[in-house]
């Protein structure tokens, strides 16, 4: 069992940057698969960054590709995720989540555990 609490959204202005934060505790991250997704009103929850705790590398969505960066503290069970050159479009509820070894980190279904979201939105 792992509890995630985000942290570190806002508003901000287009190009701006905000590092969202997702600390957990109960377990390590090391054993799962750590991911973030967003959901706006209206639309599908969607997937933007993950890492296998067995791996150092990340996997982004096309639209995150290039502007965010995920990465992680060990010491304090953190991951974090640095978004840069924010647009409109990335106006939406942010969660993270974690799950298996083993799922489809793009998948929201796959994943077991989730925090309570964080709110960021970005103005035109």
């Known amino acids: 069992q792992v509890q995630l609490v985000e942290s570190g959204g806002g508003l901000v202005q287009a190009g701006g940057s905000l590092r969202l934060s997702c600390a957990a505790s109960?377990?390590?991250?090391?054993?799962?698969?750590v991911g973030w997704f967003r959901q706006a009103p209206g639309k599908e929850r969607e997937f933007v960054a993950a890492?296998?705790?067995?791996?150092?590398?990340?996997y982004y969505a096309d639209s995150a590709k290039g502007r965010f960066t995920m990465s992680k503290d060990d010491g304090k069970n953190t991951v974090y995720l640095q978004m840069n050159s924010l647009k409109p479009d990335d106006t939406a509820v942010y969660y993270c989540?974690?799950?298996?070894?083993?799922?489809?980190?793009?998948?929201?279904?796959?994943?077991?555990?989730w925090g309570q979201g964080t709110q960021v939105t970005v103005s035109s």
């Open positions: 109960g377990r390590t991250f090391s054993g799962y698969t």
């Open positions: 890492i296998r705790g067995n791996s150092p590398n990340t």
């Open positions: 989540a974690a799950g298996g070894l083993l799922i489809n980190i793009a998948d929201y279904r796959h994943y077991n555990y």
